[in-house]
């Protein structure tokens, strides 16, 4: 079964850091496009950064320079290491498998998604 | 960067049928996927590519696309349809990779 699971979420106060980690099964996560996409409360869903399966990496404009996306091939994992966090980066976050070509894009699966709460 | 408008929310009757648009310049050259999210879950994909399902989901969702509008339609709407929509496609304007999300249309079938 295609899987993802996210962890790593908490409480962190603004200026601070966190790294979120996303677990995939059923398929290899550097054979894959991987993106991360986070959902404020209450509100809709933003895109923030993607790797390649070559390995380059781009950022939404909000979060680049703070935020990297990388992976463990070892571990089969994605992570997204946060820094110098601010209160609107305060949203569920999910990591997901991105597929891309000539005139399209989808993500699919999801994982279930980690909470980072940023305030003091 | 590109944005992709959607209304805010509609309503459908029980077995009837709803269409949900989504409007904007990155839709002249990607297709847009769909994704359905209920409370407290994370989105699923419904529809992606030019009107492909992926495995699960019911035949009574549609998409369609014209120009610079995509549109997910469900015939038959059943209860467990009740949820937020979102479309989403690459966007083509800037000179990096980047991807943008509709507003979400919340569908409530009575």
């Known amino acids: 079964e295609v899987q993802l699971v996210e962890s790593g979420g908490g409480l962190v106060q603004p200026g601070g850091s966190l790294r979120l980690s996303c677990a995939a099964s059923?398929?290899?996560?550097?054979?894959?496009?991987m993106s991360w996409v986070r959902q404020a409360p209450g509100k809709g869903l933003e895109w923030v950064s993607v790797?390649?399966?070559?390995?380059?990496?781009y950022y939404a404009d909000s979060v680049k320079g703070r935020f990297t996306i990388s992976r463990d091939n070892s571990k089969n994992t994605l992570y997204l290491q946060m820094n110098s966090l601010r209160a609107e980066d305060t949203a569920v976050y999910y990591c997901?498998?991105?597929?891309?070509?000539?005139?399209?894009?989808?993500?699919?699966?999801w994982g279930q998604g980690t909470l980072v709460t940023v305030s003091s | 960067s590109s944005e992709l408008t959607q209304d805010p929310a509609v309503s459908v009757a029980l077995g009837q049928t709803v269409r949900i648009t989504c409007q904007g310049d990155?839709?002249?050259?990607?297709?847009a996927s769909w994704y359905q999210q209920k409370p407290g879950q994370a989105p699923v994909l419904v529809i992606y590519?030019?009107?492909n399902r992926p495995s699960g989901i019911p035949d009574r969702f549609s998409g369609s696309s014209s120009g610079n509008t995509a549109s997910l339609t469900i015939t038959g709407a059943q209860a467990e349809d009740e949820a937020d929509y979102y479309c989403?496609?690459?966007?083509?304007?800037?000179?990096?990779?980047?991807?943008?999300f509709g507003t979400g249309t919340k569908v409530t079938v009575l």
């Open positions: 790797i390649y399966s070559g390995g380059s990496t």
């Open positions: 990155s839709l002249r050259s990607y297709y």
């Open positions: 989403n496609s690459r966007d083509s304007s800037g000179n990096h990779p980047n991807y943008v």
């Open positions: 059923g398929f290899t996560v550097s054979s894959n496009y």
């Open positions: 997901a498998r991105d597929f891309y070509g000539s005139g399209y894009s989808w993500f699919d699966p």
């Open positions: 590519g030019k009107n």
